[in-house]
């Protein structure tokens, strides 16, 4: 079993910046990916972003250029680093981790962009 643990959210204004971070615990090794998701109130959660042991990223379109993940192997900890933020990524934002097939999720982080 994988443990993750989101902090970091809260409210800001648009145009603020926010970092989360996930902690991962338990069973750490074997995971190859690790990444973000997001869920909207009223939609389906959304990927954001990934990033593999080696360091290759990946980003959903609405956020390149705005957000950055960075990961932490030696820490087991997984960063997103969010820029430019807008009311529309109001969101719960989802830590997730990938291992021998299988994905495990933390619980999540609330982040409020005010207009």
């Known amino acids: 079993q994988v443990q993750l643990v989101e902090s970091g959210g809260g409210l800001v204004q648009a145009g603020g910046s926010l970092r989360l971070s996930c902690a991962a615990s338990g069973s750490i090794s074997r995971i190859n990916a690790m990444g973000w998701y997001r869920q909207a109130p009223g939609k389906q959660r959304e990927f954001i972003a990934t990033?593999?042991?080696?360091?290759?990223?990946n980003y959903a379109d609405s956020v390149k250029g705005r957000f950055t993940i960075s990961r932490d192997n030696a820490e087991n900890m997984v960063y997103l680093q969010m820029n430019s933020l807008k009311p529309e990524d109001t969101a719960v934002y989802y830590c997730n981790a990938k291992r021998v097939g299988l994905y495990y999720w933390g619980k999540g982080t609330l982040v409020t962009v005010s207009s």
């Open positions: 990033i593999t042991t080696g360091g290759s990223t």
